[in-house]
């Protein structure tokens, strides 16, 4: 199983990026996909997270400004991040719960993608 994200880049205050995280690989099914974001010298924060039935859940620090969305079909997630602000500079990471098959019935576990840098310049 493997998470491939994309859509980092350096933009200005203000401005818009829309980041995109793909599962590939063999398994029976997604349960909550969502971002994370880790900046410099801090710890790990959730950016949004959304389950499998569409219900969503955001950090505080991106409330109105961050919209996340998935496809079930194409087992993507996504989050358009609008109003961008410096202190969202981060590097974002998706992350998803994933059930695989196994000899003995299904295991479920958090899988991570590989981080896409965001850079909002003032």
């Known amino acids: 199983v493997q998470l491939q994200a994309s859509g980092g880049g350096l933009v200005q205050a203000g401005e818009s990026l829309r980041l995109s995280c793909a599962a590939s690989?063999?398994?029976?099914?997604?349960?909550?996909m969502g971002w994370y974001r880790q900046a410099p010298g801090k710890e790990r924060e959730l950016v949004a997270v959304?389950?499998?039935?569409?219900?969503?859940n955001y950090g505080d620090s991106v409330k109105g400004r961050f919209t996340i969305s998935r496809d079930n079909a194409k087992q993507m997630v996504y989050v358009q991040m609008n109003s961008l602000k410096p202190e969202d500079t981060a590097v974002y990471y998706c992350n998803a719960r994933i059930t695989i098959p196994t000899i003995v019935g299904t295991l479920s576990d958090d899988y991570w993608g590989q981080g896409t840098q965001v850079t909002v310049s003032s």
């Open positions: 690989g063999r398994f029976t099914s997604i349960d909550d």
């Open positions: 959304v389950s499998s039935a569409g219900s969503t």
